[in-house]
């Protein structure tokens, strides 16, 4: 059934997507993955390779991998010498898997170098879709850089000394799974970026991550219980787990939840692994019809307008 696909925006495969979800109850599978990714771009392609054989094996339309699925650098220097274009062997590679195991894929989280590469030898960090034909068919670039200082836990983190802030968010778009937004790993921290995907027609939001052990303990599962509720919305959260190299390592715990909060899984913090959740795009209907969120709200001008209470 999943032959159909083409485009995101051709018409006659949208027609079909919608008799596709007719006849399967407004159901489809998908795949959210949880890699360990080192510096070895070719050992994190062999292991992603084989969760999605699995996927695809086991019914899934689309898979989501996290961010720095293509590999987890060990210093600032290393992580932009690995980088590439979206034109790379990377992408290349990636292609020809969707296409042979005829699936959608989130690519969470791409070191793609920036338009002045060779001037400036900056990236953008970029979560990139393709269709089961192996076509690009969405490209958000993260806008909220992470920057941390935690001295007590001696981490230091400044994304932005190497990575370009993207200039925008994108639309959400029609894939086998449901209408996806997309984000990455700090985009989360920011309601106003799920609001403005949901407003505009999200079903699903994804967040692909690499949070820290501390954050990730203190924050990961409120955070994203959180967009899921106020959104009615499924948060699909791919993640990174375990230690990359002797500087960074990662929580885990790739998740999946509904859009009533209801965590659906979650693949622990301690080895690489995949969810298969059923996204049910006639649920999210009902919740959204018996809880009508967005007819409540209030216009954008009321949230800017305080009143002195007089």
Not at 80 to 100: D, F, N, P, V, W
Not at 200 to 221: D, K, M, Q, Y
Request: proline share 4%; charged share 20%; with cysteine.
């Amino acid at each position: 059934m999943r032959k159909f696909l083409a485009s995101c925006c051709d018409c006659e495969a949208a027609l079909q997507l919608s008799l596709y979800r007719m006849s399967s109850g407004g159901r489809s599978l998908a795949a959210v993955c949880q890699l360990n990714a080192t510096p070895d771009k070719q050992a994190n392609l062999c292991a992603a390779k084989k969760l999605l054989q699995e996927a695809a094996q086991q019914g899934a339309s689309m898979a989501f991998l996290p961010e720095g699925f293509d590999y987890i650098g060990s210093s600032q220097e290393e992580t932009l010498a690995l980088s590439e274009s979206l034109e790379g062997h990377t992408m290349m590679q990636y292609s020809q898997i969707a296409r042979k195991l005829d699936i959608w894929l989130s690519l969470g989280g791409f070191h793609e170098r920036g338009p002045a590469w060779e001037a400036e030898q900056r990236i953008y960090n970029s979560h990139v879709v393709m269709n089961n034909k192996g076509q690009i068919v969405s490209i958000y670039r993260k806008s909220h850089l992470f920057d941390m200082e935690h001295p007590e836990k001696a981490i230091s983190i400044k994304e932005s000394a190497f990575t370009i802030p993207g200039p925008a968010l994108v639309s959400p778009f029609q894939t086998p799974v449901g209408k996806v937004g997309l984000g990455i790993c700090y985009d989360l921290r920011f309601p106003e970026l799920s609001l403005a995907l949901q407003k505009n027609g999200a079903e699903i939001l994804s967040f692909p991550s690499a949070f820290t052990g501390v954050t990730g303990a203190a924050h990961w599962e409120v955070l994203l219980r959180a967009r899921a509720i106020e959104n009615q919305c499924y948060v699909l959260a791919a993640a990174q787990v375990g230690q990359h190299h002797e500087k960074r390592s990662s929580y885990g715990h790739t998740m999946a939840v509904d859009p009533w909060g209801v965590v659906m899984g979650d693949c622990g913090g301690e080895k690489a692994g995949m969810l298969l959740v059923e996204v049910d795009l006639d649920k999210l209907s009902r919740i959204r019809t018996n809880m009508p969120l967005q007819k409540h709200r209030r216009d954008e001008k009321f949230y800017t307008t305080l009143s002195d209470n007089r």
